[in-house]
């Protein structure tokens, strides 16, 4: 049985609007939100407002809970009742954010490239999970329980399950 790795991101929106993404330095290159992992003393908000400030640089306010998102290794067989998935086995809490400042408060960490996105010009080199989240956060959506994996549409963009298309029982629409 693997462990389950708790961790935590942020759509963070500037006052335009746009999207703050990470693309790490290493890997495929691909963009991400930032974020990271919680520590076994902290909350969810309070781990996404610290590793937001070192990942980025930016003190963040947070909204909301965008929704819960689980990365896994899609190849790999579901785990039996009772126990987590294959490694990678990750939940993370996506919050909806926004800077409180006009420029960053400090310095980011090393090994990630920050620039800010225009909702409707996003990179193509997304991750799933980025990609959801980003959708259902734009789209006001909140309570968002999402398997990224399980879950593409046309193009490998997220589309939204049916019952959290229009604020259903599982996601709410923000109003």
Same mark, same amino acid.
């Given at each position: ?36 992992r919680l520590r076994r003393d902290e909350s969810p908000p309070a ?26 290794d899609p190849a790999a067989s579901p785990p039996? $009742? %009772?126990?987590? @998935?294959? +490694?990678? #086995? ?6 909806? !954010?926004?800077?409180? &400042?006009?420029? *960053? ?33 734009? $789209? %006001?959506?909140? @309570?968002? +329980?999402? #398997? ?6 046309? !193009?490998?963009?997220? &589309?939204?399950? *049916? ?13």
């Amino acid at each position: 049985m693997s462990a389950l790795t708790w961790a935590v991101a942020a759509v963070v929106t500037d006052p335009s609007g746009r999207v703050l993404l990470c693309r790490q330095s290493g890997g495929g290159r691909r963009w991400a939100l930032p974020g990271g992992r919680l520590r076994r003393d902290e909350s969810p908000p309070a781990a996404a407002r610290r590793e937001i400030r070192a990942e980025t640089g930016w003190e963040v306010e947070l909204v909301d809970l965008v929704g819960l998102y689980r990365l896994g290794d899609p190849a790999a067989s579901p785990p039996a $009742a %009772g126990h987590c @998935g294959a +490694l990678p #086995d990750v939940l993370v809490h996506v919050f909806r !954010a926004r800077t409180l &400042a006009a420029t *960053p408060a400090g310095t980011p960490a090393g090994g990630c490239h920050l620039d800010w996105h225009a909702p409707d010009a996003l990179p193509e080199a997304l991750t799933p999970t980025t990609r959801a989240a980003v959708a259902d956060a734009l $789209a %006001g959506r909140s @309570g968002v +329980l999402r #398997d990224p994996t399980q879950d593409t549409g046309p !193009a490998g963009a997220a &589309a939204p399950p *049916p019952e959290q298309r229009s604020g259903g029982e599982l996601g709410t629409t923000r109003r």
